[in-house]
Structure formats: structure tokens, C-alpha cells
């Protein structure tokens, strides 16, 4: 822990369950209690890549990783920590708007963490990047056709997406099924859709402008030779599990 820094603490939880009503409203505490529930209960770090910076050339240069890990991916990091931190400090001191102000910062700040954390895993070296017979090959033709159709599906719709955001394939528990689904800015997929999420593109400039400058479209048709087929199948595989078991 580098110095200065403060750990999110239990106390605010039980400070969230037990305010009196005529301090905080009884649906806010509920709402930051479950909040602070489902977040580190220290601060989070920014994970190391699975692979060098370099491992994704040509489709992403090194240049492009380092940059997008080191600056963009730990400035979400360094603000998901303020925010849970301001937030903590908030529901200990009772405070409402404060508490309601943090649901936009938490949301962008913790989603694009999030993002990105999956985002790297579902990357590997172009030599690594086959989708093999199995659990996740099947349900794509059931649910497509084919792979080049799910491709050409998800591909299609991340490169329309209007400013920045992101293209998932997701795995809906409900149906069963494999969706291709949108988000724009860092909204979380399955916090904002249900929908759990098996393989993300980035489409924030970003992301491939050092590469592609504007031309999106170049960039998406490429990544797939970098996708880790066999970490989006374990991805789907325990949530079938985990569907399965409840």
C-alpha cells in the first residue's frame, strides 16, 4: 500500500445498513450498501497484461498496448479508487447527494476498468488465436449460422458505434443463448444489459488510432487474428456452470 493511500472499509458498510432514516433515505442506504458490496474492499490495482507489449504486432503495435495500459486503462484505475473513496467517506457521513453524485463517476471509472480487464484476457499473439470444436463453436452456429456470420454481425455493429464504446459478444443466461450487443462510453455489460460478457472490442479512439488513425473498420477486421478463443470459451463454459448450479 504506497503511502497516503486508504483502504475501503467494512465500517462503511455497517454505516450504510444502520443510519437512521431521518438521516439518509432508507432505498439510498439499501442502494450503497449494495454498492459497497460488490466492490474491492481495498483498492484496485492495475493488473499486468498476460502477454509483452509487442505480442499483438502487427494487428496492435506495442507502441499502442503500452499507451493504452500504462495511461488510458490506470487513469480509469487511479479514478475508480477516488470515487470509491469519496463514496465510502459519503455513506460513514450520511451524505445523500454525495452518495447519488458518485453513481456517475463509479459507472464510468469502474466500468472502463472492468472493460479493460476482460479486454486484455480475450486478446493473445495472432500464431495463438483459433476457435476450435467445442462448447463455444457450437452455440455460435446454433446462434448464427456459422462463425464468419457472428463475426460479420459483431463486427458490423461495433463499428457503428456512434463517439466510443465497446462491441461484446455476451452470453445471456436467460435464453441461453449467444448475443452480439453494444455499449457506448464504459458502460459494464452485464451491469447494464444482464448479458455476460465472452469477448469485447474497444472501439475508443485510442484503442487503434496510433495504427489505424480513423479508419475503425480496418481495425476490427483485423483483431480477430488476435482473439484468445480459448479464454472466451472458459468464459462461457462457467457461466453455463454457474447458471446451471443456480
Same mark, same amino acid.
Given at each position: 500500500? *504506497?503511502? *497516503?493511500?486508504?483502504?475501503?472499509? $467494512? ?5 450504510? =445498513?444502520? /443510519? ?18 460488490? @466492490?474491492?474492499?481495498? +483498492?484496485?490495482?492495475?493488473? #499486468? /497484461?498476460?502477454? $509483452? ?14 499507451? &493504452? ?17 469519496? %463514496? ?28 479493460? =480487464? %476482460?479486454?486484455?484476457?480475450? %486478446? ?29 454481425? %459483431? ?17 445471456? $443466461? ?6 452480439? !450487443? ?17 469477448? *469485447?472490442? #474497444?472501439?475508443?479512439? &485510442? ?12 481495425? +476490427?477486421?483485423?483483431?480477430?487474428? +488476435?482473439?484468445?478463443?480459448?479464454? @472466451?470459451?472458459?468464459?462461457? !463454459? ?9
Amino acid at each position: 500500500m *504506497g503511502k *497516503g493511500q486508504k483502504l475501503i472499509i $467494512d465500517t462503511s458498510l455497517r454505516a450504510a =445498513s444502520y /443510519l437512521r432514516s431521518d438521516i439518509i433515505p432508507r432505498e439510498v442506504s439499501k442502494a450503497a450498501t449494495a454498492m459497497l458490496s460488490s @466492490v474491492p474492499s481495498k +483498492v484496485v490495482t492495475l493488473p #499486468d /497484461l498476460p502477454y $509483452d507489449y509487442n505480442a499483438l504486432e502487427p494487428v496492435i503495435s506495442a507502441e499502442t498496448m503500452t499507451l &493504452h495500459h500504462t495511461k488510458h486503462h490506470n487513469t480509469y484505475v487511479t479514478n475508480f479508487n477516488i470515487a470509491l473513496e469519496k %463514496l465510502d467517506k459519503a455513506v460513514t457521513e450520511g451524505d445523500t447527494s454525495g452518495i447519488i453524485a458518485l453513481e456517475g463517476p463509479l459507472k464510468f471509472n469502474g466500468g472502463g476498468h472492468l472493460n479493460h =480487464s %476482460l479486454f486484455w484476457n480475450n %486478446l493473445c499473439a495472432k500464431g495463438s488465436s483459433e476457435l476450435k470444436d467445442g462448447p463455444l463453436k457450437t452455440l455460435v452456429e446454433d446462434c448464427f449460422g456459422d462463425v464468419a456470420t457472428m463475426k460479420q454481425n %459483431l463486427s458490423s455493429m461495433t463499428v457503428a458505434v456512434q463517439g466510443s464504446g465497446w462491441g461484446w459478444l455476451g452470453f445471456d $443466461d436467460k435464453s441461453g443463448r449467444i448475443e452480439c !450487443v453494444t455499449r457506448s462510453n464504459q458502460d459494464p455489460l452485464e451491469a447494464t444489459t444482464g448479458f455476460v460478457p465472452l469477448l *469485447g472490442i #474497444d472501439v475508443w479512439e &485510442h484503442a487503434y488510432y496510433v495504427d489505424y488513425r480513423n479508419v475503425r473498420p480496418d481495425y +476490427v477486421n483485423a483483431i480477430w487474428d +488476435v482473439i484468445d478463443w480459448e479464454v @472466451v470459451e472458459q468464459r462461457l !463454459v462457467g457461466a453455463q456452470n454457474k447458471l446451471e448450479e443456480s
